[in-house]
């Protein structure tokens, strides 16, 4: 008896980059990495 | 070179769930045809509801007229009709808009390069054609302002290649809610007194609004995705209604106006301005030149371009603004930035990485980055043209 095959599962998605990656990203390049205040934040979403 | 090359990254939203259109036939008393060809649905003969939005625009068209120096033209103002609302409750039409408005913000960024580069193009394009010969003094100027007065900006078509400003993320959102029956509409936002630039037209800003009726009740559900809100907002009369703004531990507050002409919305003031609050006011008519008067102005000259990846919640997850004014690029990832200034090396922070945080291929981005830095200068000298005068 032959076995049944089995499906190949599909490839996995590429992740969603971790911010956490990008910003070790910037530090180990010796860039200034600084915290983003409220004002600049707030600032992306005033249409 | 041409901006259509440029590739959706993101999948495009789900269209909305069909029991929304089903609903809003089903429940109408009205005898007219289903609603899902525009026209748009037609009143109920039994709704007794004041109507909304029948202000008149005099007050608007008079304040733009005051100023001298626009380069862009009188606002269309269409009122909303009485009959124009879906009849539900504010809740259950705002449980039926939510996947898709949440849907729209997580996957289409806020995207304002599109049209500096648009625009820079088309400026180089105007220059390159006028040749290389001597130009008597301010010819080269008044050559710029022409250019700019036959820029077309088309928020619509940016928002299909994966991101747009306000424009083109709501133009998108009503006209798929109206190919299912949904009365949906552009209404525009005038930004606080004393915060535009001589340039910018007395609208900064465009949601949609979706009128419905409830009983006696009239009401709106706001859907503000431009301004990366991903709820829909039930607004009934007199009844504040305070939204998160993401992470940021803000929140604004929204208003309908007890004579439904108006939303007020209340936002914190930035620190640097010195606290406090502001209030915007979003005019419950619709807006029908959107593009030429808000895209071309403030998302195509607007000293400060913008690129940013939202969630569904509206906290913005990686962010690029390039400052003209200050002459910096300042990257965020999460709660940490970057900054450079135009000249700097983008590479170590333009990393893959950074780019697929913001949905965008790594070489496309720090090309238009430089781009961007390069154009600089012209975009600078058109700004100071316009408010000069030129116009």
């Known amino acids: 008896m032959t076995k ?9 998605l590429e992740p969603e980059p971790a911010v956490d990656e990008v910003v070790q990203g910037w530090r180990d390049a010796g860039l200034k990495v600084e915290d983003v205040d409220d004002d600049e934040q707030a600032a992306l979403s005033r249409g | 070179m041409k901006i259509d090359s440029r590739p959706a990254t993101k999948p495009s939203p789900q269209p909305l769930v069909p029991q929304l259109a089903q609903e809003t036939v089903t429940s ?15 009143a109920s003969a039994s709704t007794q509801a004041a109507p909304l939005g029948l202000a008149s625009t005099r007050g608007v068209e008079a304040r733009t007229l005051a100023v001298a120096d626009r380069c862009w033209p009188l606002p269309q103002l269409s009122p909303l009709l009485a009959g124009m609302a879906v009849q539900s409750s504010g809740a259950a039409l705002a449980g039926r ?3 898709t408005t949440r849907g729209d913000v997580e996957n289409q960024r806020y995207d304002t390069f599109v049209f500096v580069l648009e625009l820079a193009r088309h400026l180089q394009a105007h220059v390159q054609s006028a ?45 798929r809610l109206r190919s299912q029956g949904v009365p949906a509409f552009l209404v525009p936002v005038e930004h606080p007194p004393g915060t535009r630039r001589s340039i910018e037209p007395p609208f900064g800003h465009v949601a949609a609004v979706v009128p419905f009726v409830d009983g006696g009740q009239r009401g709106l559900v706001l859907c503000d995705t431009g301004a990366n809100i991903g ?12 939204v998160p703004l993401g992470n940021t531990g803000r929140s604004w507050t929204y208003t309908l106006a007890a004579d439904g002409q108006t939303v007020s919305c209340a936002r914190p003031k930035p620190l640097s301005a010195g606290g406090g609050t502001e209030t915007t006011t979003l005019h419950v008519q619709e807006l029908l030149n959107a593009d030429v008067l808000l895209t071309r102005t403030y998302a195509s000259l607007n000293p400060r371009a913008t690129l940013c990846a939202r969630t569904a919640d509206g906290t913005v997850t990686a962010s690029v603004v390039v400052d003209f004014e200050r002459q910096r690029l300042r990257f965020s990832a999460g709660q940490h930035k970057v900054q450079l200034r135009f000249g700097d090396d983008v590479e ?44």
């Open chain 2, 131 to 175: 040749g290389a010969a001597p130009v008597a003094p301010g010819a080269a100027t008044q050559r710029l302002v022409a250019a700019f007065r036959s820029f077309a900006p088309d928020a619509l078509r940016a928002w299909h290649q994966g991101g747009s400003n306000c424009v083109g993320h709501c133009l998108d959102l009503v006209a």
């Open chain 1, 4 to 12: 049944p095959k089995t499906p190949t599962p599909p490839e996995p």
């Open chain 2, 231 to 242: 709820e829909p907002v039930v607004l009934l009369p007199s009844q504040p209604v305070t």
């Open chain 2, 97 to 99: 808009l939510r996947s």
């Open chain 2, 28 to 42: 109408s008393t009205s005898q007219e045809p289903p609603a899902q060809d525009l026209p748009l649905p037609k």
């Open chain 2, 348 to 391: 170590a922070v333009v990393t893959p990485a950074f780019a697929r945080l913001l949905g965008r291929d790594v070489f496309e981005l720090r090309s238009e980055l430089k781009e961007l830095v390069a154009a600089s200068s012209t975009l600078n000298n058109l700004r100071l043209a316009l408010e000069g005068g030129a116009a």
